[in-house]
Nanobody, 124 residues
């Protein structure tokens, strides 16, 4: 399974962008889907996530500005980003945590997949 992000780009401070991430095939047992970002010279950090039960989590700096949503049928996750700030600049990565059946006895295993990243640049 692969995931592909889209929607990054250059936007002025105060503007909006919508990121999308779609899996190459349907994933039935999703544990969580999320967006991480990595600014230049910094570690990758969680921006927002949504569980299989649609519970959402947001990093404190983006609360009230970003909204995460997912489409189970398409195995996709979107991130609507409003009121963007220069500090939101970075490469945004999609992440999917899911469970698969690994043998005929029905044993399961946990898997994860990362996207290649999409660059978001917010200018002053």
């Amino acid at each position: 399974v692969q995931v592909v992000e889209s929607g990054g780009g250059l936007v002025q401070s105060g503007g909006s962008l919508r990121l999308s991430c779609v899996a190459s095939k349907r994933i039935d047992r999703i544990n969580s889907m999320g967006w991480y970002r990595q600014a230049l010279g910094k570690q990758r950090e969680l921006v927002a996530s949504i569980t299989g039960a649609y519970t959402t989590t947001y990093a404190e700096p983006v609360k009230g500005r970003f909204t995460i949503s997912r489409d189970n049928a398409r195995t996709s996750v979107d991130l609507q980003m409003n009121s963007l700030k220069t500090e939101d600049t970075g490469v945004y990565y999609c992440h999917v945590d899911f469970t698969v059946v690994v043998n005929v006895e029905g044993a399961t295993g946990r898997r994860e997949v990362w996207g290649q990243g999409t660059l978001v640049t917010v200018s002053p």
